[in-house]
């Protein structure tokens, strides 16, 4: 591992390019898994977010290693906030 001052800028971006791969891979699996179940808007915002989230950990991270664990903690945070809309959503708080 080196700190990166000596990478050209091809190297360096092929190493964010790694880290964006592997830390946008487990929340494209959720994206995935909410097309295939004809959730198209919930697909949607969850793959902007999941976009934003890779931009993130894919500069954050300092290995490929840290990004993926990083972006499985990403998809597993995106599905637990599914869960708690969907639970809000159909139990409201006022009842009409």
């Known amino acids: 591992m080196s700190d ?3 990478l ?4 360096r971006l ?3 390019e790694t880290r964006f791969g592997a830390g946008l891979g487990p929340s494209l699996a959720l994206v995935a ?3 295939a179940l004809g959730a198209d808007a ?3 915002a969850v ?6 989230c890779a931009v993130l950990v894919g500069t954050s991270a300092r290995t ?3 990004a993926a664990v990083a ?4 998809a597993v945070a995106l599905f637990l906030l599914q869960l708690v809309l969907a639970w809000f959503i159909t139990h409201p708080v006022v009842q009409p």
């Open 4 to 6: 990166g001052l000596l």
């Open 8 to 11: 050209s800028r091809r190297e």
């Open 14 to 16: 092929v190493r964010f």
């Open 33 to 35: 898994a909410a097309f």
């Open 42 to 44: 919930v697909g949607v």
């Open 47 to 52: 793959a902007v977010m999941a976009m934003l």
């Open 64 to 66: 490929v290693r840290g």
């Open 71 to 74: 972006g499985l903690a990403v």
